[in-house]
């Protein structure tokens, strides 16, 4: 069973930087896409940024300029490296894993396949 556990979360002001990890365990064999999503106070999924086991990765438009995302394979972590971070940005972070078939592992495509959610870890920035 794939288990899924963020941490990093925290309270910044605006300008600030967060690194959030998703350690990631229970799964096996290549092929699969992780990703984080956040939930802002309008309820709405957004997609942060996605990582695909062929190393290739995605970001959404409005982070792509200031998040980073990326893999410790010696530790199984998923990382997102969030700088220069808006009010806009506070919500909750969740993390995902899937397996896309037949398309690119993107923010776009992840939802539709995902076989496990992270609880979430939450961020606020403040003006």
């Known amino acids: 069973q794939v288990q899924l556990v963020e941490s990093g979360g925290g309270s910044v002001q605006a300008g600030g930087s967060l690194r959030l990890s998703c350690a990631a365990s229970?799964?096996?064999?290549?092929?699969?896409?992780m990703g984080w999503f956040r939930q802002g106070s309008n309820n709405e999924r957004e997609g942060v940024a996605t990582?695909?086991?062929?190393?290739?990765?995605s970001l959404g438009e409005s982070v792509k300029d200031r998040f980073s995302i990326s893999k410790d394979h010696a530790k199984n972590i998923l990382l997102l490296q969030m700088n220069s971070l808006k009010p806009e940005d506070t919500g909750m972070y969740y993390c995902?894993?899937?397996?896309?078939?037949?398309?690119?592992?993107?923010?776009?495509?992840?939802?539709?396949?995902?076989?496990?959610w992270g609880q979430g870890t939450q961020v606020t920035v403040s003006s």
């Open positions: 995902a894993l899937g397996v896309v078939f037949g398309r690119r592992c993107t923010i776009h495509t992840l939802p539709d396949s995902v076989e496990s």
């Open positions: 990582w695909d086991s062929d190393g290739s990765s």
């Open positions: 229970g799964y096996a064999g290549t092929g699969y896409c």
